[in-house]
C-alpha cells in the first residue's frame, strides 16, 4: 500500500471485479438532467435575452483561482474562513474553487483592464462547504451581472431593474426588494464604533451563540436569524444615519431611480450582506414563498474597492448574483414558469431494418423539424407505443411494402394542443414527404384552433 498521512492513498480504480462500486454524487451536489433541464435552458435564455437588451456580454473565468483572489471577499466572511473549497495542485500553487463571482470578474478587468463602463453577465457553478439543505448546496448555481468603471447610481438603478425584468420575464411576483446604503469606508468605519458600543452596552441580550461575534463581526449581528439578536439588531444604530453627504446622495439618486422606473423597494437599515467588499448601495431581493433561511435569491452591491484590492487601478462596480436553484424553488412555490419538456414533432417507426428511420431523422432534422425514432429493430408494437410516448404529432411508418414502393406511411397522431387527430393516414411518395408533412401540421394546427 502506498500513502503517507498527508498524501493520502487513492482508492484503487474498479476494486472487486465482481461486485463493481457504485458511486452517487457528493453531498450538497446533484445531477441536473432532463425534463428538469429544459427550465435551466430556458432560464437562461431568459436571462440572455434580458443582458442583451441592456448591453451586458457574457464573461466566463475560471472555475478556480488564486487563493489570493476571494481573500479579497473577506477573511472574516463565513465564504472565506469556513467554506472555501481549497487546494493545492501538483505544482503547489494554493488553488481555490470559486465562490462567488465577483472577485473573478475583478481579478478578470484588473488583468485585460477594458474600457469602461464594463458590463458582463456570467453563469455557472460555484463552491461553498455549507451544511446541505433545501436551497443550500456546495454546489450551486448562480446567474450574475455587474457593471465597473462607474459610480453614476443610474448605473445601480439599472443593474437592479436587470433582475426585475428577468424576474417579470420569467413569471415570478412575489419578491420584494430591500436596500440599504453601507456607504463608503469612512462611514463603515463610524459606523462600526457605534455599533460596537451599542452592542456591548446589549451583550446581555444578544444570543449566547452569537455574542463572539460583537468583538470581531459586530456587522454580522445585523443578520442574525436568532431571535433574542435580532431584537438587540432592530434597535441598533442605523448605518443611514452615519452616511456622508455623498453617499447619502448617491442613495437617494439610487432611489429616486428605482422610483422612476416602478420598481418597488424597502429600505431595510439591517440589509449589511455577508461579503465584506460593499460599499454603498446594498440590495437583495427576497422570496415571500421561501422559508426565511434561505430566502435570498438574489443579492448585490457596489464594490468601490475590490478591482484596487486586486491589483488594479481603483475602479467602482456593482452588481448581483441569483441563486438558480432558489430561483427555480421560488418559482415552483408561486406555479410559474413551467416549462415543458421537449418533445419530438415526427417518430419514425421503421420495421424494415432501420435504414429508412436513420435516414430519415436525419433528413428532417436538416430541415428544422424535431424528429426522432427507436434504435434495436424494435417490434411495430413497441416502436408505436415509443411513439405514442413521445408526444409527436405524426408518426412516419416504413415497413418492406413502403420501402419497396418507395414511399411512406403518414399517420397524424395528435394535433399540437395534445387533442386526438381527425386526420386520416397517407401512403405518399417519398419525394412528396416533406410537403406531404407541411401540409399536415397544418391541418393539425388548424384542427386545433392555433
Ligand atoms: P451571495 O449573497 O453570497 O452574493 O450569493 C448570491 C446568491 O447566490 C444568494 O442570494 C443565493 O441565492 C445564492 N447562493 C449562495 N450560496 C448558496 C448555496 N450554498 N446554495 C444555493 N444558493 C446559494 C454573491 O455571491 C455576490 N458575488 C453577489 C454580488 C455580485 N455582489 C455584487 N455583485
Known amino acids: 500500500m502506498s500513502g503517507t498521512p498527508s498524501t493520502p492513498a487513492r482508492p484503487a480504480d474498479g476494486g472487486d471485479a465482481a461486485a463493481p462500486k457504485s458511486f452517487r454524487t457528493p453531498i450538497g451536489t446533484h445531477d441536473l438532467a432532463p425534463p428538469e433541464s429544459s427550465r435551466w435552458v430556458a432560464l437562461l435564455g431568459a436571462f440572455i435575452a434580458a443582458a442583451d437588451r441592456a448591453g451586458f456580454g457574457y464573461l ?7 487563493i489570493g483572489v476571494f481573500a479579497r471577499i473577506g477573511e472574516g466572511t463565513d465564504v472565506v474562513g469556513k467554506e472555501m473549497y481549497e487546494f493545492f495542485d501538483r505544482s503547489d500553487r494554493h488553488l481555490a474553487l470559486r465562490p462567488e463571482c465577483t472577485a473573478s470578474v475583478c481579478r478578470a478587468f ?18 461553498r462547504y455549507e ?12 446567474i450574475g451581472a455587474e457593471t465597473l468603471g462607474t459610480d453614476d447610481p443610474d448605473a445601480d438603478v439599472e443593474i437592479i431593474a436587470l433582475a426585475t425584468e428577468f424576474f417579470r420575464a420569467i413569471g415570478l411576483q412575489r419578491v420584494p426588494l430591500l436596500v440599504n446604503s453601507m456607504g463608503d469606508a469612512d462611514t463603515r468605519a463610524a459606523y462600526g464604533e457605534a455599533l460596537s458600543t451599542y ?27 436568532r431571535a433574542a439578536t435580532a431584537a438587540v439588531a432592530a434597535e441598533a444604530p442605523r448605518i443611514i444615519d452615519h452616511l456622508s453627504a455623498a453617499t447619502a446622495a448617491h442613495f437617494e439618486r439610487v432611489r429616486e431611480g428605482l422610483d422612476a422606473l416602478g420598481i418597488e423597494h424597502d429600505v431595510e437599515h439591517k440589509l449589511v450582506r455577508g461579503l465584506d467588499y460593499y460599499t454603498r448601495t446594498t440590495f437583495e431581493f427576497r422570496a415571500a414563498s421561501l422559508d426565511a433561511a434561505q430566502d435570498t435569491i438574489c443579492g448585490g452591491g457596489r464594490y468601490n474597492g475590490l478591482v484596487e484590492a486586486l491589483g488594479g487601478p481603483p475602479t467602482p462596480g456593482i452588481g448581483f448574483a441569483l441563486g438558480i436553484e432558489r430561483l427555480l424553488l421560488a418559482c415552483d412555490a408561486e406555479g410559474v414558469f413551467d416549462v415543458p419538456a421537449q418533445r419530438a414533432e415526427v417518430w419514425v417507426i421503421d420495421t424494415a431494418g432501420g435504414a429508412a428511420a436513420r435516414d430519415l431523422t436525419h433528413e428532417l432534422r436538416s430541415v428544422g423539424i424535431r424528429a426522432d425514432r427507436a434504435f434495436d429493430d424494435r417490434s411495430m408494437r413497441a416502436q408505436m407505443r415509443a411513439a405514442d410516448r413521445s408526444g409527436a404529432e405524426i408518426a412516419l411508418i416504413v415497413g ?19 387533442g386526438e387527430a381527425d386526420i386520416a393516414q397517407q401512403t405518399v411518395p417519398r419525394a412528396e414527404l416533406l410537403g406531404a408533412l407541411r401540409r399536415i401540421f397544418d391541418e393539425l394546427n388548424a384542427e386545433g384552433g392555433t
Open 199 to 225: 452592542l456591548q452596552r446589549r451583550i446581555g441580550d444578544v444570543d449566547p451563540q452569537d455574542q463572539d461575534k460583537i468583538e470581531h463581526h459586530p456587522l454580522r449581528i445585523l443578520d442574525s436569524k
Open 110 to 127: 484588473a488583468q485585460h483592464r477594458p474600457t469602461t463602463p464594463w458590463k458582463v453577465w456570467y453563469q455557472g457553478p460555484f463552491f
Open 400 to 418: 418492406s411494402d413502403e420501402v419497396d414502393a418507395g414511399t411512406v406511411t403518414v399517420r397524424p397522431l395528435r394535433r399540437p394542443d395534445g
Open 60 to 66: 466566463q473565468t475560471p472555475i478556480f483561482e488564486d
Open 131 to 142: 451544511a446541505p439543505q433545501a436551497g443550500r448546496y456546495r454546489q450551486f448555481h448562480q
